[in-house]
């Protein structure tokens, strides 16, 4: 079965500690996306990446760093210097063209 | 600059009555694809409905409907027979189709269905 997955689900960390939330993709989509959603917001993109090894900035990337060393993965770290990292973070994917992007389940950061 | 606008932050709807949900949206580009997604309170987003910005038609899946103006720029979702599951969050969302550039998605509306 063809999907995004993203570990863990729910995630507790101190403040002052940088922590890398897990995008997994089995659906060889070229292209991989990384959003912030906080409570009773919309999504906000943090950083996007169209091919391997090659990776843009969203509008809030301050804060967060990404690699893109395989097509099927897309990890995202929180570092110490974002202010307010306690959201909901979500992971698409998407072929080029006229097609949907396929999100993840979510992973649920709180920071204290 | 590209962006989307949905005026509606909540909407109540009696159970069974259609709904239509609004979504207007600013663009330069000539061809364009629209979306609309739905979240419910888990978190996931799912996919609804698509519609191209050179279909003709406007599209349809089972219950929902894209109503599409592209002269007024509007892409309004219609859920016929509102059913207690509908209640979620609702996201509007725009890419273009001849560049490589993200998807642009608007600020949603809640949708609350009464029994």
């Known amino acids: 079965d063809g999907g995004i997955t993203q570990s863990p689900k729910y995630l507790f960390r101190k403040e002052g500690q940088n922590v890398t939330l897990s995008c997994e993709q089995n659906l060889n989509h070229d292209a991989m996306y990384w959003y912030r959603q906080d409570p009773g917001q919309g999504l906000r993109l943090i950083y996007y990446s169209q091919i391997v090894n090659d990776f843009q900035k969203g509008d809030i990337a301050e804060g967060y760093s990404v690699s893109r060393e395989k097509k099927e993965s897309f990890p995202l770290t929180v570092t110490s210097a974002q202010k307010n990292p306690t959201a909901f973070y979500l992971c698409?994917?998407?072929?080029?063209?006229?097609?949907?992007?396929?999100f993840g389940p979510g992973t649920r950061l709180t920071v204290t | 600059a590209q962006k989307i606008t949905q005026t509606q932050p909540g909407m109540f709807v009696q159970e069974k009555e259609a709904v239509t949900l609004d979504c207007t949206y600013d663009t330069s580009d000539q061809s364009y694809g629209l979306f609309w997604y739905k979240q419910p309170s888990s978190g996931e987003m799912i996919f609804l409905i698509y519609q191209g910005s050179y279909d003709e038609q406007n599209a349809t899946e089972g219950r929902y409907s894209l109503n599409f103006q592209k002269a007024r720029k509007s892409a309004n979702l219609v859920i016929s027979a509102s059913q207690l599951g509908d209640s979620a969050m609702y996201f509007c969302?725009?890419?273009?189709?001849?560049?490589?550039?993200?998807?642009?998605f608007g600020k949603g509306t809640r949708l609350h269905i009464l029994p």
């Open positions: 698409a994917s998407s072929r080029p063209g006229p097609y949907e992007q396929y």
């Open positions: 969302a725009m890419k273009p189709l001849n560049r490589d550039d993200k998807i642009i």
